[in-house]
């Protein structure tokens, strides 16, 4: 690369400065050894950018990810925070991490799961039901209700109150999303499945109206609609007939955690979100899980899920896939000699993971 590769860093809260710190050692240390020119900086985000600075994401830090040509980040959120901003703050206003995918307008989240064989005894299933599991959920992360408004709490005239959500999708946004589901189907094994409430909900109709519409282009990949409550019911009966499912902002969310179990624990889930497949947008990388107050500050938390959003960076942001297979074989390593995480029934400690996944690049 001819240009240094410009990477901003922003741990956020939690376990996550603990996952990032080892996740960035597997960065520098590929990059090192592939002679990869990168230049690095560090920021902070949501509860310690609010802590530090009073608000939960700087403009100084989304016109430096702007300029980047990855973020690097661990998670965001904390009881501690979140009833600070006022009534009727926005969703970017009330949580760093959604302004930065706003901004960014990282709308395709590819979160890949899949059952590994040294991890089998660990999930919920019985090994031949989920042995061979291998699916990416691709989940809208721009719109939908997290973003959605009119979205408040009212007070009613009796005393009582009542909350309301709006789930607002546009054709154009369902449709960007499908292409790209349809474009990594076709690197995979050629199916798609598309999950909706289009039973009760306007904006499921819509949806799968739009994703029928472009898997007519793509006559080659498989096209399955199913129900979201079906779906997660499927998705545990018979984990290996999946391969790529598309899904809105929160039935995403929720089928990406479902998939976790596959792999024997949230902790082991990456993700990258891209605007698009376009290599030149800057994309986000980060694990799928969150903070995990339960474990935070004992340098017990599972960095693979981490590591592995280092993996697709090094596929999706740098093209460079044989690298990305390079961090997953090292995974897979660190795995069946048994180096695991209190999470995964081990007691190896994070730091002693990342030193065993760096040790197994060469
Ligand atoms: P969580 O993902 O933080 O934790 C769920 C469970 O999984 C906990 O028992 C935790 O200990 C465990 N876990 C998660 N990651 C792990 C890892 N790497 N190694 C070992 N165990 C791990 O979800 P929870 O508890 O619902 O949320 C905690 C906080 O994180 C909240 O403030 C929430 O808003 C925030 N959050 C942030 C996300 C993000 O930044 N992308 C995503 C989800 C939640
Ligand atoms: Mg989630």
Known sequence: MANPFKLLVLPGDGIG???????????????QLEQIDVEIKHDL?????????????????VATAK?????????????????????GATPAERDGLMRMREELETYACLRPSRAYESLLARTPFKPEIVA??????????CGGLPYGTPRGIDELADGSFQAYDANFYTSEEIRRL????????ASRRGKVTSIDKSNVMESGILWRRIVSEVGAEY??????????????????????????????????????DLVASYAGSLGM??????????PGRPAIYEPVHGTAP???GRGIANPIGTILSVAMLFEYSMQRKDLAQRIENAVERCLQAGVMSADLGGNASTDQIGEKIISALN
């Open 269 to 278: 889930l990456p993700s990258a979100s891209l605007h698009g497949l376009n």
């Open 132 to 141: 061979g599991a291998d699916v990416l959920v691709l989940r809208e992360l």
């Open 17 to 31: 400065p603990e996952v990032v710190s080892v996740a960035l050692r597997v960065f520098e240390s590929l990059c």
């Open 294 to 296: 339960d474990i935070a």
């Open 67 to 87: 300029q980047s040509n990855a973020l690097l980040i661990g998670a965001a959120g904390g009881a501690r925070w979140d009833n600070l901003p006022p009534p």
């Open 178 to 185: 499908a292409v790209v589901g349809f474009e990594i189907a």
């Open 219 to 256: 006559p080659n990949i498989e096209l399955e609609h199913l129900y979201t409550d079906n779906a997660l019911y499927q998705m545990m009966q018979r984990p290996t007939t999946f391969d790529v499912v598309i899904a809105d902002n929160i039935f995403g969310d929720l089928a990406s």
């Open 45 to 61: 985000l949501h509860g310690a950018a609010w802590d530090r600075y009073g608000t939960f994401c700087r403009d100084e830090t």
